[in-house]
């Protein structure tokens, strides 16, 4: 569904990506892990047309996001720090989205994460005055409201509280089971385990390997995802 | 894109300092022309502030308008809107409100005292001129990341073209006066919007004869048909120009 092809991207004189290639298919929930810095982030944010890549491209469903947009109403993006414009209520941001969104969206509109992070009591309140948690909430409501074919959410749980957590986490799950391509970034791997199904690790913006966790498991002869990458660091 | 616009619009109306320029304008063009027996004067001394405030106001607003929606701007660009859409809708809503607060602030006041060609003249420079600048600060916004950095750039920009700019040409005045340069000047005056709005509005006011031979040249030129269409074309290019640049670095942006 999503495939990079040597995509390479240099901010000044830091290589943030370096000759990345990826395939990501239908059905697969894949695991983003790698060091601070690794370039975990800006390969999301090129695949989201947000940071234009200076050599390489990306396909989406067998077409270059390059000058294209209409490939975005199928993914849904859930962004490390959410940043929304300061003078609107949440219930404002929700109807703009749909406003903006809702010719190519599958009817009706996903609502599960609202009901259940209990937003709906939250709708006047404007967005300068949410915690960072509340508006993790918001963007992760975003990411799933409009049926998305690809979901990437980058440190979904970053901020959380752990009851908000375990429900991101089953509605992940719901997802997944109906065949949508999951790409999730995080650094808290044990919340991982019971979600993934492959792994890519990246280092200095180029890509270490990309398993599926079987495989990773059979490789390093240890079953919690944690401890596996933890020995694949120290080699 | 009409639905981004109207979301631009929302947020800029919302705003208080939009409200606030439209007043001060109204106020200023009312206490001007009751100021003064005679509407032509009251127009000649509007036409001096007008083209100071009007530059300053679009550049400075619209710079800093553009750097405060950097978080709208990035939560438009993950989702399906083409990047174009977003640029042009965002320099719809900020060039369409300034117009409306001109023509309400300064237009009203203008067709009330001096509803004749020019005053028609004047309104029609004085949203051009808001349009130019809006489109001259979001160049300035999307060249630099730096927010201080970018809005010291339109105070530099709104200096040149109202200050340095003249001085410039006083420069070049003296010291070529021995040559015959009345001609050059006119193609140097396309260089500043400001100066092509007021020797516009100036020949309309026909009182050109007070500007010696430069204005006779000027009239000469500014005063027929191609002139006329050559400067009104001039002023257009310069939206179009600084917003297709814009539009073009915005393509490219990382966000």
Redesign the interface.
Known sequence: MIIATNVSKKFGSLQALNNLSVTCNKGECIALIGPNGSGKTTFIKTILGMVVCDSGFITFNGNNINNNWQYRSGIGYMPQIGRYPENMTIGQVFDMMKDIRKASVVLPYDEDLIRNFNLNNLLNKRMRTLSGGTKQKVSAALAFMFNPDVLILDEPTAGLDPVSSEILKEKILLEKSKGKLILISSHILSELDDLVTQVIYMQDGALCFHKTIEQLQADTGENKLAKAIAQVMQQ | MK??IK?VII?IL?NKIMLGYTLFLFILSMSIFSLEDNAAKGLLGLLNIILIIVPLVSLIFSTIYVYN????I??????????KTIWMSLFTGLASSMMLAFLAGAGIPVLIYQPDATGFMMILIGELLSVIFVAIALLAAVKTRDKAKGIGAAILLWLYFSLLFDGFILFLLFQFSDYPIEKIMVGVSMLNPIDLGRILILLKMDISAMMGYTGAIFKDFFGTGTGMSLSFLVLIVWIVLPLALSVRNFK????
């Open positions: 639905k981004v979301y947020d919302r929606s950097a978080e709208f990035e939560l438009l660009v993950s989702q399906p809107l083409q990047r490219r942006k990382d966000l």
